[in-house]
């Protein structure tokens, strides 16, 4: 069952410039911390930005001040705008979500993943 649906990926140069975009159902995104991880190949996935459960917002320090996630509730969809990209950005990147009901357990919900590659 399809749960998260990411968007956005594709071929850039480096120094430009990518928006994904993440669809998730209304139930998980309403109860889920949502976040974005990546994995490049040989490499383990790791996360690259992430809100918290009081809504602020984490970031890897190797994305710091370039990507920046962001959310609409009212499409139950969360972004990364990233800027500045790099080659070593380039990576499947995952939309994640850590469903936490509040009488259930938690639960990680991930989408299939969207390529960026970002060229020299």
């Known amino acids: 069952q399809v749960q998260l649906v990411e968007s956005g990926g594709g071929l850039v140069q480096a120094g430009g410039s990518l928006r994904l975009s993440c669809a998730a159902s209304?139930?998980?995104?309403?109860?889920?911390?949502m976040g974005w991880y990546r994995q490049a190949p040989g490499k383990q996935r790791e996360l690259v930005a992430s809100?918290?459960?009081?809504?602020?917002?984490d970031y890897a320090d190797s994305v710091k001040g370039r990507f920046t996630i962001s959310g609409d509730n009212a499409k139950n969809t969360v972004y990364l705008q990233m800027v500045s990209l790099k080659p070593e950005d380039t990576a499947v990147y995952y939309c994640?979500?850590?469903?936490?009901?509040?009488?259930?357990?938690?639960?990680?919900?991930w989408g299939q993943g969207t390529q960026v590659t970002v060229s020299s």
């Open positions: 994640n979500a850590n469903h936490r009901p509040r009488w259930g357990l938690r639960y990680d919900y």
């Open positions: 209304a139930s998980i995104f309403s109860s889920s911390v």
């Open positions: 809100f918290t459960s009081g809504g602020a917002a």
